[in-house]
């Protein structure tokens, strides 16, 4: 292999799982053909391409603002041009792992809002379900349609030293980012068209069809001509992109909390034409703000009065009210128990190793070994309540120590995972960056899996975090099969 | 339709419509500086003072500025973040209804005006208008235009589009009452004998900020007269910016968002509307100025902002939480 190629010619592979290079020099077999193209376009053209595309991002409105500056600057999420590759055989583990998950997940949440066996059978102790702070009891006994509490989830997997795929996260409450998949790969076809013609890459465009199928599938009492529309906390809130690419996509009313209105039970959206009545909603804001009158007084983004009229069965919601307890950080360290207790088999896909503070011999390791441990708080997300303890002060240290000793139920420890790394694009060259996958599941009448779905890229040089206000970026993700 | 979504098209159109006569405004009168520059302030300030007069604005220009000259007067109009009708602030509020109904509008009308916002919202909008501000303001009428054409090629005529239509002529026939009145005003305090050289340029311009020269000389050869321009401007009947064909056009979408057939009415707005519509079908030029015709043009406004409100109450009275939910709410 030509290895005097002035893309990659001064690529370090270093002491990580590398996606593209086996060894230094050594290209795995899926990336070879990308290599080549590469190597044929030089970084001159490689860089024009990526002012347009961070152009037309612009243009489209793909933005977020930055609030730092009181100019209304918008920027881009930023968007790395080298795709991530996934071989179909890597994908079908990844895809039978994560549907043995979300099937295990639903089986939990009808079980923990019913029958509580698992509980009963102590493979997940009681004190954890009650405390967890997203468990709603007021829905203990409420049957949801088909049975099917997470209808959208976004798992994030990370890669370990020995390339093995691990869950860290199950998001079974209002995942977002699926529009930078469907965005990205709109703009790489038009950016790299012969990269496409090289490679066979799974499609991904049937998305918002398949999304807009469940949500139907889901109408109460089997309508088969429901009204579906979409619920969004407004302008303002980051993720209205992609709300409004969603609705748009589906072909569904976008709506605010302002637009709907209760009456008899029922949800309704007010038209120019008067109330016309609403049967399931996306929503894509958290239950603590859906409805002023049973959770947060203080929401102005809910409706009051929704709750109610799920209750009765006559509006379903997506992802159900109370699915939140399933991605509690501490009841992620139980989901492998629950695959062996609902399904009878091993989980595929395993967990990060996770240590329990609320177990007396975890929290004993965990207290002598903070500065080599992440810890994260119970319920917290976005890298808010986490400690990455090799980078941190030993007064940040002695801060969690205090924190878990105080309440012990609220923090779970990790070994710091070595994420993989992938080439990027940074500062005029190409350098190893760390990545994660969050493939976004549907479940409706089938389990859906989108191929590849957002990889983040934590584009700061060393940097393990690749949440966008943490300098994070994305890259498509192809899953390709291989001839 | 989404009330809310039924109004943000509303003010779409109303925006950028604004933006656009802004433009065209101070367009006109940049070139209209370059016939009677004789460089005295007094005649700079009679040329700028009118402009925001017209746009009702005085008390904020006067708390910012100091003079009007041809500088105040443009960034006033132009780029001021705090004058809620400087083109800028029009384009921002334009950009951000856009946004909420994003969905519902065509991906290349989202495309334009956000591209248009981003150019006006940087370094580059500053440094063209520095350096050739009627190009600059030429370029945004051009842009405007652009955004009109998109909308009609894209989007589906149906609902939604008829609200921008209404917000559209609703605005624009307000621009033209206003450009209209303001240079009656300058040039005719009592309604008195006109002529000279001065006042034709003067009318010319009037013309031109209408787009209107070139189709006013087509049905009026040889000199511009006021009568006529004021007639030409308030009842020609197929101009695209007469007053008359903008209540026309508003009257027709305002039926079509009904159903309602033209003849009869369904709601307020309706009424209203087709109300307007007759008396400038049958209205003549002698009548006008009989009645006076700064008080005929203020009439019309009155009458447009009750249009607006009485569509307002029709479809977007949902809009307002109902006073019982609203205290169970909080």
Request: one cysteine or more; hydrophobic letters at 40%; aromatic letters at 10%.
């Amino acid at each position: 292999m030509n290895q005097s190629n002035a893309f990659f010619s001064n690529y370090e592979v270093g002491e990580f799982y590398d996606e593209m290079f086996e060894a230094p020099g050594v290209i795995r077999s899926h990336y070879r053909k990308l290599f080549e193209r590469f190597s044929e376009m030089g970084l001159d053209e490689f860089e024009r391409k990526r002012a347009l595309v961070d152009n037309t991002l612009l243009n489209q409105g793909v933005t977020f603002t930055v609030y730092s500056d009181n100019k209304g600057t918008e920027r881009i999420f930023p968007f790395d041009l080298i795709p991530r590759i996934i071989p179909a055989k890597e994908w079908d583990h990844v895809e039978r792992g994560l549907t043995q998950r979300i099937i295990a997940l639903n089986l939990f949440l009808h079980d923990i809002y019913h029958e509580q066996r698992i509980v009963k059978e102590k493979i997940v102790p009681e004190e954890v379900v009650r405390s967890a702070v997203h468990f709603r009891p007021e829905f203990m006994g409420f049957n949801v349609p088909k049975d099917i509490y997470i209808h959208i989830c976004g798992t994030d997997l990370i890669r370990d030293r020995d390339g093995n795929y691990l869950v860290l996260e199950d998001n079974g409450r209002c995942p977002s980012g699926v529009s930078y998949v469907l965005e990205n790969r709109q703009v790489m076809k038009r950016v790299f068209p012969k990269l496409f013609a090289r490679h066979s890459v799974r499609p991904i465009d049937d998305y918002a069809q398949e999304l807009l199928n469940l949500l139907r599938y889901v109408a109460p009492d089997g309508n088969p001509d429901p009204t579906v529309v979409l619920l969004t906390p407004g302008i303002y809130n980051s993720a209205y992109y992609e709300h409004s690419f969603l609705a748009r996509s589906m072909g569904i009313e976008i709506v605010v909390g302002q637009d709907l209105v209760v009456k008899n039970d029922c949800v309704y959206m007010k038209t120019t034409k008067g109330l016309k009545k609403v049967d399931v909603i996306y929503r894509r804001i958290d239950d603590d703000f859906l409805d002023p009158l049973v959770f947060r007084k203080d929401s102005m983004l809910g409706v009051p009065g929704i709750v109610n009229a799920y209750r009765k069965g006559n509006v379903n919601l997506a992802n159900a009210i109370g699915t939140g307890v399933a991605d509690d950080k501490v009841m992620y360290y139980f989901v492998p128990q629950m695959i062996k207790f609902y399904l009878g088999e091993e989980p595929i896909l395993p967990n990060v190793p996770t240590y329990l503070t609320m177990f007396d011999d975890d929290r004993k390791y965990v207290l002598d070994h903070i500065p080599e441990l992440v810890i994260k708080s119970a319920n917290e997300s976005g890298g808010y309540g986490m400690l990455i303890g090799p980078h941190a002060t030993h007064e940040q240290h002695e801060k969690f120590r205090d924190a878990i000793l105080k309440n012990p139920r609220n923090y779970v420890a990790q070994p710091v995972v070595q994420l993989s790394r992938a080439p990027a694009f940074c500062d005029g060259t190409i350098e190893g960056r760390h990545i994660d996958l969050r493939p976004y599941i549907l479940y409706g009448e089938k389990i859906t899996i989108i191929p590849g779905g957002l990889t983040r890229v934590a584009l700061r040089k060393g940097s393990l975090v690749v949440n966008s206000s943490q300098g994070g970026g994305s890259k498509e993700t192809w899953v390709v099969d291989e001839n | 339709m989404l009330s809310r979504v039924a109004d943000s098209l509303y003010w779409l159109g109303r925006y950028v419509e604004r933006a656009e006569n802004n433009a065209r405004i101070l367009d006109v009168n940049l070139q209209l500086m370059l016939d009677f520059q004789d460089g005295s302030d007094m005649t700079e300030q009679r040329q700028w003072e009118p402009i925001i007069a017209s746009l009702e604005d005085q008390k904020l220009f006067n708390s910012l500025s100091k003079q009007f000259t041809a500088e105040t007067v443009c960034e006033f109009v132009t780029f001021e973040r705090e004058n809620p009708n400087s083109i800028y602030s029009c384009l921002a509020r334009a950009r951000e209804n856009a946004r909420t109904v994003r969905e519902y509008i065509s991906s290349e009308m989202w495309e334009q005006i956000n591209r248009l916002y981003l150019f006006m919202n940087s370094d580059a909008a500053r440094q063209e208008c520095a350096n050739s501000s009627i190009d600059f303001y030429r370029r945004f009428v051009d842009s405007s235009h652009q955004f009109l054409g998109i909308t009609n090629a894209t989007l589906t005529h149906g609902e939604g589009w008829h609200f921008l239509q209404v917000g559209k002529y609703l605005e624009r026939a307000d621009c033209t009452s206003r450009i209209l009145d303001l240079k009656y005003h300058i040039l005719l305090p009592s309604g008195e004998q006109v002529g000279g050289n001065v006042d034709t340029v003067q009318w010319m311009a009037v013309l031109k900020s209408c787009s209107a020269l070139e189709a006013y000389r087509k049905i009026s050869v040889g000199q511009v007269i006021p009568w006529k321009v004021a007639e030409f401007l308030i009842l020609h009947d197929s101009f695209p910016r007469s007053i008359r064909f903008c209540i026309d056009g508003l009257d027709a979408s305002l039926h079509r968002i009904s159903g309602c057939d033209r003849a009869h009415f369904s709601n307020e707005a309706e009424r209203l509307s087709g109300r307007l519509c007759s008396d400038l079908d049958y209205v003549t030029i002698d009548e006008i100025f009989k009645y006076g015709l700064h008080e005929y043009l203020d009439r019309i406004q009155l009458r447009l902002i009750e249009i607006a409100g009485a569509m307002h109450k029709t479809y977007c009275e949902w809009m307002e939480p109902e006073p019982a939910l609203q205290t169970q709410a909080q």
